[in-house]
Each structure stands twice: as structure tokens, then as C-alpha cells.
């Protein structure tokens, strides 16, 4: 059974831009969340789809943005890029309310 | 709001001892407990989880131990070994919400020496 597959893996952006990261959830999982992660602190909760219905957001700025798609894939897009953004951006897939399973992540460097 | 600590953010053990992680959570609605073990520059990997009405779940090397009325989860991993370098993080759920989140502690970084 494939895993959480995030793309790109890597990335570098300049400042002002905005940035979209892309994700698929195993097959079967319709819950898809996303977590940054920075040097130094753990797992910030950005949002969270459930059958396209974004049920819980973090407490982060209206720059990140998400959605999910019918067939429960999800993108997360930042706009205005800033340097404090860079991160490691981290998707994770489950079934309702249980355990759920990251993906690989995707590396943003702003600069 | 940290609902769910690791007030270690260091662990240093010897091949072949016992390493025990600490977390301990605020939110007596959580019921359903996990931990992850995590690589520099990867996603974190899903290790074993335990629900609220069990106080022990094994898995291998790995057991985790549930205090409910203390707050308090630990992770035991018996024997220790150089592999097992890496962040820990506790996460919990409640599984009555329709809010579907994981909350992380902030991690402990075990190291395993030889």
C-alpha cells in the first residue's frame, strides 16, 4: 500500500512569492492534516480536511490556505512569502479521529 | 496552549539499557494516545499507540504505559539501540471530537550511544 506522497520534496522561493505543496493520502483515507515544523519547536497544526471540509485550523495568519479534492488529495498554498516561512511543511493522512501518517515533507527555503 | 508536554527535551542512553520518555497532557477529553519517532529531514513514523482504557500496550522493544489519573503516558524501549536516535513525539486525541486533530508535544531527542 503506497504512503503519504508530498511533492516537491524541496523547493526555494524569494520573499512576496507564493508557494502551493501538493499531497496524497493513502488510499482509502479521506482525513488529511498538515503540521510545519522549524528549528527548535515541534509539530504546529496548520489545518485539517475531512471529505473536503476543512474542520480545524491552526492559529496561523490567513497566508496559508488550504483544500481538499474529491478524491481526498490536498494542496496547502502560502502567499506572501516571508523568510519565517521556511520550514518543513508535513502531511498526514488517517481515518477518522485515529492514528495518522506523514509523508516524506517538503523542505521550503525562503529567501 | 500546550496541551500535551515533554518536559525532557534531551534523553541520553547506553546501548542495551532502557530509555523512558515522558509526556504528560492537560486535556482529560483525550482518550487515545500515540507516539512517533521522527529523522532529521523526514516525516515522523507512527510507533505504538495506546487507548484510555487500557494503562499498557507492547509492541516489540516498545511498550507504552497510560496513567490516566495522573495526566501521564511513558514510552519504554528495551533493549536500546543505536538506531533508535531520534525525536519522540507524543501526540493525543480526543476521539469524540469532529475537530480531528492530533496534539504534539514538542518532542524529545533520545540518543543511543555504544
Known amino acids: 500500500k503506497a504512503g503519504v506522497t508530498q511533492t516537491p520534496r524541496y523547493l526555494i522561493k524569494t520573499r512576496g512569492q507564493q508557494v502551493t505543496l501538493s499531497c496524497s493520502p493513502i488510499s482509502g483515507h479521506r482525513s488529511v492534516s498538515w503540521y510545519q515544523q522549524t528549528p527548535g519547536q515541534g509539530l504546529q497544526f496548520l489545518f485539517e480536511y475531512f471529505s473536503e471540509t476543512q474542520r480545524n485550523k491552526g492559529n496561523f495568519p490567513g497566508r496559508f490556505s488550504g483544500r481538499q479534492f474529491s478524491n481526498s488529495r490536498s494542496e496547502m498554498n502560502v502567499s506572501t512569502l516571508e523568510l519565517g516561512d521556511s520550514a518543513l511543511y508535513l502531511c498526514?493522512?488517517?481515518?477518522?479521529?485515529?492514528?495518522?501518517?506523514f509523508g516524506q515533507g517538503t523542505r521550503l527555503t525562503v529567501v | 496552549d500546550q496541551q500535551v508536554k515533554q518536559n525532557s527535551p534531551s534523553l541520553s542512553v547506553q546501548e542495551g539499557r532502557i530509555s523512558i520518555l515522558n509526556c504528560d497532557y492537560t486535556n482529560s477529553m483525550f482518550d487515545y494516545f500515540l507516539w512517533y519517532k521522527k529523522y532529521p529531514a523526514e516525516g515522523p513514523t507512527f510507533l505504538i499507540s495506546?487507548?484510555?482504557?487500557?494503562d499498557k500496550n507492547e509492541d516489540g522493544r516498545f511498550t507504552v504505559f497510560l496513567n490516566k489519573s495522573a495526566k501521564h503516558l511513558s514510552l519504554h524501549i528495551v533493549p536500546s539501540q543505536p538506531g533508535d536516535s531520534a525525536v519522540y513525539f507524543c501526540a493525543a486525541i480526543d476521539r469524540g471530537s469532529t475537530l480531528g486533530r492530533l496534539y504534539f508535544g514538542r518532542g524529545t531527542q533520545l540518543t543511543v550511544w555504544p
Open positions: 498526514a493522512s488517517g481515518r477518522m479521529n485515529t492514528e495518522a501518517f
Open positions: 495506546i487507548s484510555s482504557i487500557k
